[in-house]
């Protein structure tokens, strides 16, 4: 199964504005994604599947992660400005993928404005 492409990244919460990325590599498990406009400058999302190297008497992990990246070039001789956001998930090979889901879908519902507020005040 793939992932979707174009690959839609909403800004601006339920209410905000969609942005359709269009793939621009593929390399065996991963995948780029990108959109250049005059207003937002430049969206990317990075899709990566790895399988980490176990330690001694551990087992392997696979590594599934997804980063967005936001560059707002700068006006004049103000700098650029790029933000990120990422996401990786780790488990075992043989873990069951429902339970996976779940624990996925745990992060995604508490991720909200209040806790990203949160978070860029450096609340723990």
Not at 43 to 56: F, K, N, Q, W
Not at 103 to 110: D, G, K, R, T
């Amino acid at each position: 199964m793939a992932i979707s492409d174009p690959f839609v990244v909403t800004l601006g919460g339920s209410g905000g504005t969609a942005y359709n990325l269009i793939k621009i590599k593929q390399d065996g498990y991963n995948s780029e994604y990108r959109l250049r406009t005059a207003g937002l400058d430049e969206l990317d999302v990075t899709v990566r599947h790895t399988v980490e190297s176990p330690a001694a008497g551990q087992l392997p992990l696979e590594r599934h992660s997804i980063q967005v990246k936001q560059t707002i070039n700068g006006v004049d001789d103000a700098p650029d400005t790029i933000r990120y956001v990422q996401c990786t998930l780790r488990c075992n090979k043989s873990d069951d993928l429902s339970d996976i889901q779940d624990l996925f879908l745990a992060l995604a519902y508490v991720m909200d404005s209040t806790l990203a507020a949160d978070l860029v005040g450096w609340d723990s």
